[in-house]
């Protein structure tokens, strides 16, 4: 079995790379050719510190008609871990073989979960934001995400500037840290003022209320929220929504379910797979266009399956009997 550590990964990483790896597996997804059980979540850690949970476990498998290889992730989420200086979202992936069955890769998994969900964000800013050129880009949230989508963004798209607000003062190394790849990034000092005269909104965050009021949206806005996967959780206010003359989602089922629209069901979303098979998209260049994502074990097995692909080619990793 091959194994990939994090740096193994980080040096396999290719953004540009793995945006039409993404859209191959939204695509295929969208076609019915994928099996993707559900996915589990539940709280773990009662018990240890005190009564209440202390993260959320996930299982997320996944397969893709005609790939070699399908995948398992094991993630968590810990809000409390910003105060450990450690992750809040960590993964790993086991890599099996679809035609024996046999466990052939375990990798670390945090970069590539990371990695993936930003080319949501680079893949709808490429495909839905008003013309062809660098966006300005607004982001909510200032933690490892955010970097991500900006970065993703950048590859698909390209960021012209990026205004990050965060309630923390981790707004201003989140831009520091995105100056330092090249970004034009800056911390502003409340959410209005990111949002307002953006042509690309990102809200990446664990939040369980708004992050931003959604007055403050210029017309033909695409937002990007990435942060809600469960109905307690919540980034996007009713006017957003309201104002919004399309929703898509990644999965519309369970985006359907999440707090940031209780009033609407899957029959309010477009399907993202349909935008990359030319079956929608934006109607005018006023319209605000709502993208909300859960999460796809889909992308996940995509993502793994070329990174681990990529690994053997090359050589990387270490080789370990089981």
């Not at 980080?10 to 191959?24: F, N, S, T, V």
């Not at 959780?233 to 985006?255: C, I, K, N, W, Y």
Request: charged share 25%.
């Amino acid at each position: 079995m091959r194994v990939l550590s994090n740096d193994d990964v980080a040096g396999l990483l290719d953004l540009p790379a793995l945006l039409p790896e993404i859209e191959r597996a939204f695509r295929k997804q969208g076609r019915g050719e994928v099996e993707r059980p559900d996915r589990p979540h539940f709280p773990v850690g009662a018990g240890l510190d005190d009564d209440e949970p202390l993260g959320t476990g996930l299982t997320m498998p996944a397969y893709i008609y005609g790939d070699e290889r399908y995948v398992t992730k094991l993630a968590s989420v810990h809000e409390g871990n910003a105060d450990r200086a450690l992750p809040t979202v960590q993964a790993q992936i086991a890599v099996t073989d679809a035609r024996t069955g046999e466990p052939t890769g375990l990798l670390a998994g945090t970069r590539i979960t990371n990695a993936r969900t930003g080319c949501i964000g680079g893949l709808a800013a490429r495909e839905l934001a008003v013309g062809d050129g660098p966006v300005r880009l607004g982001v909510v949230g200032a933690g490892t995400q955010a970097r991500w989508q900006t970065r993703a963004i950048a590859a698909g798209r390209g960021v012209e500037s990026a205004r990050v607000y965060s309630p923390s003062e981790s707004r201003a190394a989140c831009a520091a840290d995105l100056r330092a790849e090249g970004i034009d990034a800056e911390a502003v000092d409340s959410p209005r003022a990111a949002v307002s005269n953006a042509e690309v909104v990102v809200t990446a965050t664990t939040a369980t209320e708004p992050v931003f009021p959604g007055d403050a949206l210029a017309d033909g806005t695409l937002v990007v929220a990435v942060g809600a996967y469960t109905a307690e959780m919540r980034e996007l206010d009713a006017t957003t929504v309201s104002r919004a003359g399309q929703l898509f989602g990644d999965v519309p089922e369970e985006v359907a379910e999440t707090g940031d629209f209780p009033d609407r069901d899957a029959t309010a979303f477009t399907p993202l797979s349909a935008v990359f098979e030319g079956a929608a998209g934006r109607n005018s260049e006023e319209e605000i266009l709502v993208v909300a994502s859960v999460g796809s074990a889909v992308l996940d097995a995509a993502a793994a399956t070329a990174l681990f692909e990529r690994a053997i080619a090359e050589n990387v990793g270490t080789d370990v009997d089981l």
